[in-house]
């Protein structure tokens, strides 16, 4: 059974439930609902450079507010007395990095939108 060394931090939550919220919103900008050839095309640098912030963001944020000794990457390099003494300390700043990048990329990804999928409820069929 596993179980995590060094309880969580309070800041833990919040950046775990924003990070996934602003990861929604970054995942629902790549869903295309109906005819795809009625909507206009997004431009494939912002796409790219969208996703590759909003990957760059997720990475940031697991680092972020998972346990510093349960990190194996950390412990092989640091060690178990170099985790908690170097990388736990910087934890917060990778916090605030992920947030900024997440929050870039949303906001990357949505100044190219010009047209909404949704139509108006004139052109609808109701059955």
Not at 56 to 82: D, H, I, M
Not at 109 to 122: F, Y
């Amino acid at each position: 059974m596993f179980s995590r060394e060094i309880a969580p931090v309070w800041w833990n939550y919040p950046v775990w439930l924003v990070t996934s919220a602003l990861s929604g919103l970054l995942i629902a900008t790549y869903v295309r609902l109906g005819d795809a050839a009625e909507l206009p095309a997004a431009e494939p640098d912002r796409t790219v450079r969208g996703g590759r912030l909003g990957m760059a963001g997720g990475l940031l944020a697991w680092f972020a507010v998972g346990c510093p000794v349960c990190n194996k990457l950390a412990l092989l390099a640091l060690g178990y007395t170099g985790a908690i003494t170097w990388f736990a300390p910087i934890q917060p700043l990778l916090a605030i990095g992920a947030l900024v990048l997440a929050g870039l990329a949303v906001v990357v990804r949505l100044s190219g939108q010009v047209a909404c999928p949704v139509r108006p409820a004139s052109d609808r069929v109701v059955r």
